[in-house]
Every structure is written in C-alpha cells, then in structure tokens.
C-alpha cells in the first residue's frame, strides 16, 4: 500500500497546468495511444453527483483526461448500482482501453468485474472500494482510509467536548465503503469515551436535503439533549446546520457540528462559526487514476491500494487556509 500525498500531486497538477490553458493537451508532448494506435480512450462510471465532493472528483478527471488527450466515456448512475453495471458492460461493448470505476456500494459487482476481466480491460477504483473473492478483479484503488477519517472525528470531538455528551450520526450511503468505515473508525474512538453516548444513528445517502430531513427528525426526537451531530460529509453537515438554525438553536456552538470532505462550503460553514471541524477527504484523484492506467498500460506494476493523506482543519485554521483550498 502507498500513502500518498494530495498536496504533493496538486502541486505538481497546479505547477503543470500554469502557462497552459488548463485541462488542454500540452502541444508536442506524446498523446496516449488506444489499442489500435487511436486515442486512449477510458470508461468513467460515476455514482452520480450527490455532493459538491462528487462533482470535485468528476471535475478532476473530466479535466485530466482532457489534459492527456484522452477520450473519456462518462456515465452518472444517479446513485444506482445498477445503472452503473449498465454503464460498465456498455464500456465493454464498445471496446474501452480502460476503465474508471467509483462504486456505489462495496458488493454485487463480482459478475460485470469478471466479464470486464474476460475481456482483459484493466479497472482503476477511485475513492471507494469494493468486496469482491479475487483481488485480481481489479487493478487498482486509490482512495482515503475512511477508518482514519472515522477516528480523526472522534478523537477530535472527544478532546472538544472533554470526554461528555450526548451525538446523533448522519450516516452515507448504506452499503457504502465511506459510511461503512468512517461509522466504524468514529465508534471505535468514541466507545473508549464512557461519558459519550451516539444517541441515534441514520442515513442521509450523503447528501445535504436528506441530512437536513434526518436532522430535523433528530431534533424533534431529542431536541435540547443533542449535544454534536458528526456527518459522515459535508453535505449532509450543511443540511443539519440548516435544521439545527430552524429549530431556533446555534449549530457551531449550542449542537457542535463535526463532518468529513472539507469542500470549500465547508469552509465557509467554519469562518462563520456553524461548522466545527472537517476532516479532509482529497476528492482530486484525476492525476493518480491517469497515472495509473498509463503504468498498467506500460505493463509496469501498481501498488493494490493507494491512499491519499488527509488533514483536519477546524475554526482555528479555516480562515487561514480557505483561500488556497482547490476545492
Ligand atoms: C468519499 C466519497 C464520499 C464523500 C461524499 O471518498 O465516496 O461520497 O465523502 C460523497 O461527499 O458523496
């Protein structure tokens, strides 16, 4: 497994992409080449668009793609499973030289990763990971340790709240690697704190609408008794901040507010006080996919697992570091 650092690559993206007009290919360097010698051309099956961390990472390989010359097939599933295993088997249809795969879910995607196998089309998974009996199913995953997140936000709320208080969780999609993990990283710090009870659990499928509406049945639940609500995105975190003000309360300091992404919205929810603290979770995985399929292509060997390293930024920093936020 490697770890990889985020800030590095962006520099790296942000240093190549000055003096050129970003996402163009640079002239007269070599385009990649298809199987025929025609453009590389790449399947990309997208969950859908549920969170401003989605469309980050959607804008991140649309632009990469864009910038090799290479002619990315894009599909949103709208959050489907299904519609996503549709896209997967059009991609072979038409004979892609690679595949992008973000999965909704970890299982059910055994049968279309064998097939895509069969016809010896490399899969590079981004930001989420999947439970399949052979590894060999797949190239690659690049992604967060959504565990670590998990931990950073209990162990941070734990200092904050000083070891007392009641939470409500606002959990991801179920079924999904990032809500799966994060709710396991976050309980396993936080059953170490006897003064710390997480008096509900439910999902808002990521997004802010649906995290608002579970909000606003926690509140009429538990009201007064709530003392931080950790979201497993911000999106979610933005929606509860919206029913926690509703409801005639001060998210930020009367409910403390804890959520992972750190999209810029996020940022702003922390400069003005509603948010507490966000846990980064690097949504620009445009230039470690492409390099990817560039080395499997090249025949060279690619680590199982790459993870990107995250930091945790809450209002102490927020107003220092929104500025150079890339997303
Ligand atoms: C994490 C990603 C999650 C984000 C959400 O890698 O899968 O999905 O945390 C997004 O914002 O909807």
Not at 114 to 140: F, H, M
Not at 156 to 166: D, Q, S
Request: charged share 25%; aromatic share 6%; hydrophobic share 40%.
């Amino acid at each position: 497994m490697k770890a990889f650092s985020f800030s590095l690559a962006l520099a790296a993206l942000a240093l190549c992409s000055c003096g050129e007009k970003s996402g163009s290919p640079n002239p007269g360097t070599p385009q990649p080449q298809g199987s025929t010698g025609k453009k590389l051309t790449v399947g990309f099956s997208q969950i859908g668009a549920e969170s401003a961390w989605r469309s980050a990472e959607t804008d991140s390989i649309r632009s990469e793609a864009e910038k090799r010359g290479v002619d990315l097939k894009f599909s949103d599933a709208q959050q489907k499973q299904e519609n996503q295993i549709k896209a997967l088997r059009t991609f072979v249809a038409n004979g892609v030289d690679a595949i992008i795969l973000a999965p909704v879910v970890e299982t059910g995607w055994e049968p279309v990763l064998r097939e895509i196998k069969q016809a010896n089309i490399p899969v590079v998974l981004v930001d989420r990971g999947v439970k399949v009996s052979d590894e060999s199913l797949y190239s690659t995953l690049i992604a967060s340790d959504f565990v670590e997140e998990g931990r950073r936000a209990g162990e941070w709320l734990a200092k904050k709240l000083e070891g007392k208080g009641n939470i409500v969780e606002l959990e991801g999609t179920i079924g999904a690697a990032p809500a799966i993990d994060r709710k396991k990283g976050f309980h396993e710090v936080i059953d170490k704190n006897p003064g710390m009870k997480i008096l509900r659990s439910q999902s808002g499928d990521f997004t802010r609408a649906k995290g608002k509406e579970v909000m606003e049945a926690f509140l009429k639940a538990e009201g007064k008794n709530i003392n931080a609500v950790y979201a497993h995105n911000d999106d979610m975190a933005l929606g509860a901040i919206q029913a926690i003000d509703e409801a005639g309360m001060k998210p930020g300091t009367d409910i403390v507010v804890i959520s992972i992404d750190g999209v810029k919205a996020a940022f702003e929810a922390m400069v003005a006080g509603k948010l507490n603290c966000t846990v980064e979770c690097n949504p620009l995985l445009g230039p470690a996919a492409f390099d990817a399929i560039e080395a499997i292509r090249a025949g060279k060997a690619v680590e199982k697992k790459t993870i990107a390293k995250d930091e945790v930024f809450d209002q102490s920093t927020a107003k220092d570091v929104i500025g150079s936020r890339k997303y």
